[in-house]
């Protein structure tokens, strides 16, 4: 699988990838997209519903349905905006306790914030090192977003291909405004 996010297969634990129309021709066309789980994902697969393993497993697959849904518009937007409304449709099933967020995001959005020093990822270093902590921002600020502006706004940015212009047309934010408000959002949610 070619452009794997982070270019490394062992470390995702699933991932979206397009299916060529004729496997020896990559440019013959889009045939079908299907979803890769890393088998350590499935060694989980008896796990209830109920249980943490069992919301986790089933939220990394409605993260990647999401993408798969959503087809092209994905692959042309922003990639904070694609994986953070991955995130957030991800989350939407789950009580608000339930909604983890890991810790190593929760801190780097503090020591940034706390530098003055928050910016939304770029797309060329997203799932290089802090990945992580950028999975986390651009989550939240789909969850600005949904919760400021109204949901349809998310649909918007990814029918526009979501760039910084559409952004401050539908909404007056740069991403870096946006990266902000997120994480003060995120901070204001998960701090004790």
């Known amino acids: ?13 699933a991932v979206a990838v397009p299916v060529a129309a004729d496997p020896r021709d990559p440019d013959s066309g889009l045939a079908s997209t299907r979803i890769v789980l890393n088998p350590r994902v499935l060694a989980s697969a008896g796990a209830e519903r109920t249980s943490a393993q069992g919301r986790t497993r089933d939220r990394l697959l409605r993260h ?20 953070g409304v991955a995130e957030w449709v991800s989350v939407r099933p789950l009580a608000p306790e339930d ?5 190593v995001a929760l801190v780097a959005v503090r020591d940034d914030l706390a530098a003055g020093r928050v910016r939304m990822p770029e797309d060329a270093t997203f799932n290089a090192d802090g990945s992580t902590a950028h999975y986390g921002l651009s989550w939240w600020a789909a969850e600005h ?7 349809q706004v998310l649909w918007v940015l990814l029918d526009g291909a979501g760039d910084e212009a559409a952004l401050r047309r539908l909404v007056g934010l740069g991403e870096d ?12 949610t998960y701090d004790d």
Request: aromatic share 4%; proline share 5%; hydrophobic share 55%.
């Open 1 to 13: 699988m070619a452009d794997l996010p982070g270019g490394d297969a062992a470390a995702l634990d």
């Open 64 to 83: 990647e349905v999401t993408h798969v849904a959503v087809g092209a518009r994905d692959d042309d937007a922003p990639v904070w905006l694609a994986e």
């Open 99 to 103: 909604r983890a967020l890991p810790e």
């Open 145 to 151: 977003l949904a919760a400021s502006f109204g949901e």
């Open 177 to 188: 405004q946006l990266a902000q408000r997120a994480a003060r959002l995120m901070v204001a």
